[in-house]
């Protein structure tokens, strides 16, 4: 085994303590959990990114609208309506525009992220529709 060989076998390890010590936590807890640190990913790539937003999509895409700058990539939130839905049935819709980036590019780096950390999600690749993400995927 070389070096690099090694630090896979280490990451890999990591990873799987990751999700068994998430596991342990629930499922409503471990989106949330994910959730929000990719929104925090967001946040430092200039994205406005607001879990548990206002009661409302009415109230929340007004008062995101005002925080729009500029330099805005794009936003994404849910609001209170959707965290309950977060936690009774652990699914939450992600409602989302873009500024800088078009609608559908905003979208498809959402789809990425939610790839990348491995959380399931129902979206037909139309902006005008929300992002359901619904469950967590266990490891292959
Ligand atoms: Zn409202």
Same mark, same amino acid.
């Given at each position: 085994?070389?070096?690099?060989?090694?630090?896979? !076998?280490?990451?890999?390890?990591? +990873? &799987?303590? #990751? %999700?068994?010590?998430?596991?342990?936590?629930?499922?409503?807890?471990?989106?949330?959990?994910?959730?929000?640190?990719?929104?925090?990913?967001?946040?430092?790539?200039?994205?406005?990114?607001?879990?548990?937003?206002?009661?409302?999509?009415?109230?929340?895409?007004?008062?995101?609208?005002?925080?729009?700058?500029?330099?805005?990539?794009?936003? !994404?939130?849910?609001?209170?309506? +959707? &965290?309950? #839905? %977060?936690?009774?049935?652990?699914?939450?819709?992600?409602?989302?525009?873009?500024?800088?980036?078009?609608?559908?590019?905003?979208?498809?780096?959402?789809?990425?992220?939610?790839?990348?950390?491995?959380?399931?999600?129902?979206?037909?690749?139309?902006?005008?529709?929300?992002?359901?993400?619904?469950?967590?995927?266990?490891?292959?």
């Amino acid at each position: 085994m070389n070096e690099q060989q090694a630090k896979d !076998v280490m990451t890999s390890m990591a +990873d &799987d303590l #990751g %999700l068994a010590l998430d596991k342990k936590k629930g499922t409503e807890s471990l989106i949330r959990h994910r959730l929000i640190k990719m929104f925090e990913t967001l946040t430092l790539n200039g994205w406005i990114a607001k879990p548990d937003f206002w009661c409302c999509n009415t109230c929340a895409s007004h008062a995101i609208g005002e925080m729009v700058m500029h330099n805005t990539v794009a936003y !994404v939130f849910w609001n209170c309506q +959707d &965290d309950i #839905g %977060l936690r009774e049935c652990r699914a939450v819709y992600l409602k989302y525009a873009g500024n800088i980036i078009t609608d559908k590019e905003a979208g498809n780096v959402l789809a990425e992220q939610l790839d990348r950390l491995r959380l399931g999600y129902d979206w037909d690749g139309d902006p005008a529709h929300a992002i359901l993400v619904h469950e967590y995927l266990d490891p292959a």
